[in-house]
């Protein structure tokens, strides 16, 4: 589950960004910084999460294993491969096409977080912040706090994306529609997953 689920991710955020309707707001904080700072994605993806791996490994550290570390040096190469076999099979996607990769990668990244919580052998360095602060601090539900980390993300994305001087128009690539339905929606899905899904799943 640990494993299946943090590869799903990967290949979801593929398909966030072929779909070219904004990403989910962690990758678009990430797309912020890469506009920023000319290093390889795959490479920059470990930098980020490995200075987030220090919230984790300061508050609860618990949250970090097996999950934690292949998310953390794999997962942006993932994205990166698939990406690149996306864009090779579907070079100038349609609107009808793009509105399915969105579909695609938005249920496949419910599915993956909610297969590696479950899991419980670590998480992202990223879920483990929404995660610590409802589970180990105790404050508000899961769902709640997880739109609220998801919009600080895209606010800091778009303001590292402007600021890097990158083309405006660019922008609709970084934060569109599927980064406002993965903020609003994300959070309660995954939270459906864990307690009618994997969680009974993995009970039995």
Not at 25 to 52: E, H, K, R, W
Request: proline share 3%; hydrophobic share 60%; net charge neutral.
């Amino acid at each position: 589950m640990c494993v299946t689920g943090v590869v799903l991710s990967g290949v979801a955020v593929s398909f966030f960004k072929s779909a070219i309707f904004g990403v989910d707001p962690f990758q678009a904080l990430m797309s912020g910084l890469d506009a920023l700072i000319p290093i390889q994605y795959g490479t920059l993806y470990v930098i980020v999460n490995a200075v987030l791996l220090l919230f984790s490994i300061v508050f609860d550290r618990k949250k970090i294993g097996l999950g934690t570390l292949i998310n953390l040096f794999l997962l942006g190469y993932i994205v990166q491969f698939g990406v690149d076999i996306i864009a090779a099979a579907a070079p100038h996607p349609a609107l009808w096409l793009r509105i399915i990769f969105l579909a695609i990668g938005v249920f496949i990244a419910c599915i993956a977080a909610s297969l590696y919580f479950t899991a419980d052998m670590g998480v992202s360095t990223y879920d483990a912040i929404a995660l610590i602060i409802t589970g180990t601090w105790g404050i508000g539900k899961f769902k709640f706090v997880r739109i609220m980390t998801d919009f600080a993300c895209v606010i800091l994305g778009v303001g590292l994306f402007l600021l890097s001087g990158a083309d405006p128009h660019g922008l609709f690539a970084v934060v569109g529609i599927g980064t406002i339905i993965s903020a609003f929606m994300m959070g309660p899905m995954i939270d459906y997953f864990n307690v009618h899904l994997f969680g009974p799943m993995l009970e039995k």
